[in-house]
């Protein structure tokens, strides 16, 4: 059974910076693509970003792009999200997910595997 948990998130002003964390178990954390989604309340869950298996390949949002890192340290099964220059919008609770192969995808049904999520909130 594979599990994710997310740690990190927390209340920052706008302007600041967190780190999130994703822990996965299992001993192939190395064969599948990962990816980060967010959902604010009321809203659908929206992608922004993933990485392929070996870290070589990223992809991001537009809403994030140029702010926001994601990078994977397969030695320690996990998987990170740096995120710089934090807006108020930037308010969801933040998930990581597995894919089931190693492409990547920017469609949440394209994910087999979920963390609980952990909540970022950005005053303004």
């Known amino acids: 059974q594979v599990q994710l948990v997310e740690s990190g998130g927390g209340l920052v002003q706008a302007g600041g910076s967190l780190r999130l964390s994703c822990a996965a178990s299992g001993s192939t954390f190395s064969s599948y693509a990962m990816g980060w989604f967010r959902q604010a309340p009321g809203k659908e869950r929206d992608f922004v970003a993933h990485?392929?298996?070996?870290?070589?390949?990223?992809y991001y949002s537009d809403s994030v792009k140029g702010r926001f890192t994601i990078s994977r340290d397969n030695a320690k099964n996990t998987v990170y999200l740096q995120m710089d220059s934090l807006k108020p919008e930037d308010t969801a609770v933040y998930y990581c997910?597995?894919?089931?192969?190693?492409?990547?995808?920017?469609?949440?049904?394209?994910?087999?595997?979920w963390g609980q999520g952990t909540q970022v909130t950005v005053s303004s």
């Open positions: 997910a597995r894919r089931s192969s190693n492409s990547a995808s920017t469609d949440p049904s394209g994910y087999a595997y």
């Open positions: 990485i392929s298996r070996y870290g070589g390949n990223t």
